[in-house]
């Protein structure tokens, strides 16, 4: 799972694709409705001065432009204009060819063979060949890459022995030629299309000073990237902007607008920006004042629905205090998550009780139990689990006192004032920290935490957010484990049946109901607004705006 507070484009999910619908109808499936732009006269004259411009607004980047190594879900945004990869998924959330201009897969669903379209180049105009796509798979095997992407997932031959320094190349990584590569896996694996058709780095550029082992020298590109993208790199300015033009070499044209910058925004004053004309793209979390004020603009195009993601409290498994069951279930009866819901979205949000998004085909919460806030149920279960009332009204055990350190990026965030009533109705002192996000994510990584608030990114799968619960996954910052979570897990990539991994993942949310790793808090919806001159910006459920990015023209 990637950490992020929100996507680029907080509203996209990457499930069910929004078809066309008219004028305040909501979509059958979806639960989409889609407002369009009434008064074009109305656009403030900053967005009518730009002529070859698009701007989007993004959070808070940290400056790592380099796939597969950043820790900050903004800088995967970030990245998303200048590096391609082989396969993606379309509007429909099916795999759909970028740099690969085809693929097979043999028979025993074990070997995938990539056809690359001819005369592919990176955006400085070197070619892009198969044995760039080999230098990408075998950077991840390295042992010195402790990057988000697990290819080991993706079970390639050879891989192991590689990672281990009993091989000095990966047996199941073949060039064929300059426009074929093929990758012989020993599992079947649901994910192993996307896996092994990632973003693919330039050998030439990022591989130059490559030494087994040693991966620091690529710090010093993080800021300087390359990739086959249909927009370069161009300037980082920390908490201002991130600039781009317009790939001359994209396999599929020069986009259509010349120019693109994400300008870094405090999401408190998004709204404001896109009003004003300094943003022609912008998502907010839905209420019914914001969707309101956007229709009232006359200039915007407005979608409001589901988000492909969800809201939780890391609980930090480790810790001795966490360490039973009991005591995290306690602390989900203890919490008014409805309450939560209710301050934060009104009648745009729900009550999370399986980590997957609503809008996934393995979405399924039958039989899960709702921890429907139950006060007197959460202090059964501390008294139980030996946290007795002390003198003072706070629990405590072997002489320690029951204290939650909660990290969060806002003051105005809602769980604070209820968390801190209802924790404290049961004995548990609840104390807030505020920070930056990127400092959030560093004590994340270093578990140096009791509970930190967090959305997911994206999901493209559903195994992408319960990965990192397996007990082995480098990225399971919950430090949590359980030998039946770890079976179901494999189990649910191990097959290609939908129907299958249908019936594994709901297994699996019943488990981890009984055993919570984190507390799920809420499902949401946003509002995505876009400029009425901006044509050819279709936001899909998959990629975002990123799939639009090449076709984006400005109506003059």
Known sequence: MILSACALDSSSSKQSAVPEKKVNTPAKDTGVKEFKATNLSALPEKAKSRKDLFIAGISAPGGVFLPYFYENGWDGNATSPIFAPLVDLDKEGKPVGILADKWDVSSDQLTYTFHLRKGLTFSDGSPLTADDVAFTLTLLHDPAYEGYQDISLAAIKGGKEYKEGKAKTIEGIKVKDKQTIEITTTEVNAKALLLLGGQVLSKAYYGNDYEYGKLDYLKDLYSKPLGAGPYKFIKYVPDQEIRYEANEHYYAGKPKTKNLIFKVIDTSTSLQLFETGELDYASFSADDDTVGQLQSLGFANVRVGPVNDFGLIYVNNSRPQFKDKEVRQALIYGLDRQKIVDVKFKNYGEVANVPVSKVSWAYNDEGINKYEFNASKAKELLDQAGWKVGKDG?????????????????????????????????????????????????????????????????????????????????????????????????????????????????????????????ILVHYRQSARAISGQIQGLIPDNYTGIGASLPNISIKK
């Open 394 to 518: 706070i629990r405590e055990k072997d002489g320690k006192p029951f204290v939650i350190h909660y990290l969060t990026r806002t003051a105005e965030d809602p769980i604070i004032p209820i968390a801190k009533e209802n924790y404290e109705d049961i004995g548990i002192k609840f104390e807030p920290e505020i920070m930056d996000f990127n400092a959030l994510i560093a004590k994340l990584n270093k578990k140096d935490y009791d509970f930190a608030s967090v959305s997911t990114s994206q999901i493209l799968d559903p195994s992408d957010p319960v990965e990192e619960f397996a007990t082995n996954n480098p990225n399971n910052a919950a430090g949590y484990s359980n030998p039946k979570v770890d079976e179901l897990i494999k189990k649910g990539l191990n097959t290609l049946d939908i129907e299958k991994r249908k019936e594994i993942y709901h297994e699996l949310y019943k488990e981890l109901s009984e055993d919570p790793p984190v």
